[in-house]
């Protein structure tokens, strides 16, 4: 199938054959054309699958058929958990709209509001956000809703995991009933779906990939390894592999920063990038990782959401996630687009529990390797890790995850054990800063 039989227009078209694309995704041949009908569609999409052009283009072309006022009100939303996935989406409407008359600007909080607010004063169609600076700005006046016609929730799931949900019914309540949703997510929990009831005018389904599974494209092994010997191990494959590209999770920031240290030392540059990064820290060491100056960038979960790096060869677990759905989104960042990749998990004994409920999650038996002088240790005790509960989220094993996490806060600075209390913290902060 050629990008020419979705019904696009020729500007649309050229700007895609300018990217080099010849193929739509799946998710685009499905999309596309249900867009340009006008139906809300509740899209099962993976970051790497192609699915931001899967509704920008079509968002495109609907607005750029509609009369065209002086004042121009904002006629498209699309929200984003993170600022980074913000700027993402936002460059591809840049990039798909160039040779149409349409123009857009991205919010997000930790940057000053006046080049935002003066952007929006100059009249923009589309409007990609995170949901705190957008409500932000509408409580002070500076931007109005009222005449939206599509509404995009980009990676919903994370949304809700980040305690949006509130901001997010807001945020509908201040647009016009009629209008068309399109919903974005990686996995389709109970949430998802309520939301989606919720929302959504009778959406169509589209599914890209099976729910919760993993991209084909992508091989994945484990090493069983001593939790004291991690550190070695991953710096032996990556300088034996001469790997030039990896991106290596942790579960905590303190843990984020310990291993980047490590790494330097070892005489791999490495960047570390996550929550208590300031917003320039975190674009200078993506910046440094896409242009192959940094060679690690050591991210927590939710920092690393929704980066665009295209072809990036090796995602590294350096411990697995404690929620199993991470599991998808982190591999996820390999294999893109149909190009190959790797997805190595160092799991010692304490993760035992994560990786049975992640291959339960994928249906797939996950190949095991050990490498020698880097064994497992055998008399370690296989009790899942203490979990501090900050992000709002059920983790695997949450009976026993009631004490304090001894190993650093997670990604939104949450050490606590009280769930409400730190979920209040949260949305407090996220109000605050949305900093992540
Ligand atoms: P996304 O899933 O939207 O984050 O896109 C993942 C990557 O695929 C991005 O780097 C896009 O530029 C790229 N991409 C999107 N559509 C296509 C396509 N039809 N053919 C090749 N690459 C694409």
């Given at each position: 199938?050629?990008?020419?039989?979705?019904?696009?227009?020729n500007?649309?078209?050229?700007?895609?054959?300018?990217?080099?694309?010849?193929?739509?995704?799946?998710?685009?041949?499905?999309?596309?054309?249900l867009?340009?009908?006008?139906?809300?569609?509740?899209?099962?999409?993976?970051?790497?699958?192609?699915?931001?052009?899967?509704?920008?283009l079509?968002m495109?072309?609907?607005?750029s058929?509609?009369?065209?006022?002086?004042?121009?009100?904002?006629?498209?939303?699309?929200?984003?958990?993170t600022?980074?996935?913000?700027?993402?989406?936002?460059?591809?409407?840049?990039?798909?709209?160039?040779?149409?008359?349409?123009?857009?600007?991205?919010?997000?909080?930790?940057?000053n509001?006046?080049?935002?607010?003066?952007?929006?004063?100059?009249?923009?169609?589309?409007?990609?956000?995170?949901?705190?600076?957008?409500?932000?700005?509408?409580?002070?006046?500076?931007?109005?809703?009222?005449?939206?016609?599509?509404?995009?929730?980009d990676?919903?799931?994370?949304?809700?995991d980040?305690?949006?949900?509130r901001?997010?019914?807001?945020?509908?309540?201040?647009?016009?009933?009629?209008?068309?949703?399109?919903?974005?997510?990686?996995?389709?929990?109970?949430?998802i779906?309520?939301l989606?009831?919720?929302?959504l005018?009778?959406?169509?389904?589209?599914?890209?990939?099976?729910?919760?599974?993993?991209?084909?494209?992508?091989?994945?092994?484990?090493?069983?390894?001593?939790?004291?010997?991690?550190?070695?191990?991953?710096?032996?494959?990556?300088s034996?592999?001469?790997?030039?590209?990896?991106?290596?999770?942790?579960?905590?920031?303190?843990?984020?920063?310990?291993?980047?240290?490590?790494?330097?030392?070892?005489?791999?540059?490495?960047?570390?990038?996550?929550?208590?990064k300031?917003?320039?820290?975190?674009?200078?060491?993506?910046?440094?990782f896409?242009?192959?100056?940094?060679?690690?960038?050591?991210?927590?979960?939710?920092a690393?959401?929704?980066?665009?790096?295209?072809?990036?060869?090796?995602?590294?677990?350096?411990?697995?996630?404690?929620?199993?759905?991470?599991?998808?989104?982190?591999?996820?960042?390999?294999?893109?687009?149909?190009?190959?990749?790797?997805?190595?998990?160092?799991?010692?004994?304490?993760?035992?529990?994560?990786?049975?409920?992640?291959?339960?999650?994928?249906?797939?038996k996950?190949?095991?390797?050990?490498?020698?002088?880097?064994?497992?240790?055998?008399?370690?005790?296989?009790?899942?890790?203490?979990?501090?509960?900050?992000?709002?989220?059920?983790?695997?094993?949450?009976?026993k995850?009631?004490?304090q996490?001894?190993?650093?806060?997670?990604?939104?600075?949450?050490?606590?054990?009280n769930?409400?209390?730190?979920?209040?913290?949260?949305?407090?902060?996220?109000r605050?800063?949305?900093?992540?």
């Open positions: 199938m050629s990008f020419n039989s979705l019904g696009l227009s500007a649309l078209l050229k700007a895609v054959s300018k990217q080099g694309y010849t193929t739509p995704t799946p998710i685009q041949q499905k999309a596309i054309p867009i340009l009908e006008g139906k809300d569609i509740l899209a099962s999409a993976q970051t790497g699958t192609g699915k931001t052009a899967g509704f920008t079509p495109l072309q609907k607005l058929q509609g009369q065209q006022l002086r004042h121009r009100p904002i006629k498209a939303l699309v929200l984003t958990p600022r980074e996935l913000a700027a993402q989406v936002y460059d591809n409407v840049k990039t798909y709209s160039e040779f149409l008359d349409i123009r857009s600007a991205v919010i997000f909080g930790g940057v509001q006046k080049p935002q607010v003066a952007t929006i004063r100059n009249g923009v169609d589309i409007i990609i956000a995170t949901p705190g600076r957008l409500l932000d700005l509408q409580n002070q006046g500076l931007l109005s809703l009222s005449k939206i016609e599509i509404l995009v929730l990676e919903a799931d994370r949304m809700l980040m305690g949006f949900l901001d997010i019914k807001k945020i509908i309540s201040l647009m016009p009933r009629r209008r068309q949703n399109l919903l974005f997510s990686a996995t389709f929990s109970k949430e779906k309520k989606a009831n919720d929302f005018n009778h959406p169509v389904l589209v599914e890209a990939t099976p729910e919760n599974s993993t991209v084909d494209a992508i091989e994945q092994k484990v090493y069983r390894v001593a939790k004291s010997l991690k550190t070695g191990l991953i710096i032996k494959l990556i034996e592999g001469n790997w030039k590209q990896v991106l290596v999770f942790t579960r905590t920031k303190h843990g984020a920063n310990k291993l980047c240290k490590k790494m330097v030392s070892a005489g791999i540059s490495a960047a570390a990038i996550h929550g208590n300031s917003q320039g820290a975190r674009t200078k060491a993506l910046a440094g896409k242009n192959n100056s940094v060679r690690v960038l050591v991210a927590t979960d939710i690393a959401r929704g980066l665009d790096i295209p072809l990036l060869p090796h995602v590294v677990n350096f411990e697995l996630p404690n929620i199993s759905e991470d599991y998808v989104h982190r591999i996820g960042r390999t294999g893109r687009a149909g190009a190959s990749g790797e997805a190595l998990s160092l799991v010692s004994a304490e993760e035992t529990t994560y990786l049975r409920d992640i291959e339960k999650l994928v249906s797939l996950i190949p095991v390797e050990i490498v020698e002088g880097f064994e497992p240790d055998p008399n370690a005790s296989t009790e899942p890790i203490k979990q501090g509960q900050g992000r709002g989220r059920r983790p695997h094993n949450s009976n995850s009631k004490s996490n001894s190993r650093g806060t997670d990604d939104r600075g949450n050490s606590g054990n769930r409400n209390a730190s979920r209040n913290k949260n949305r407090n902060r996220r605050n800063s949305n900093r992540r």
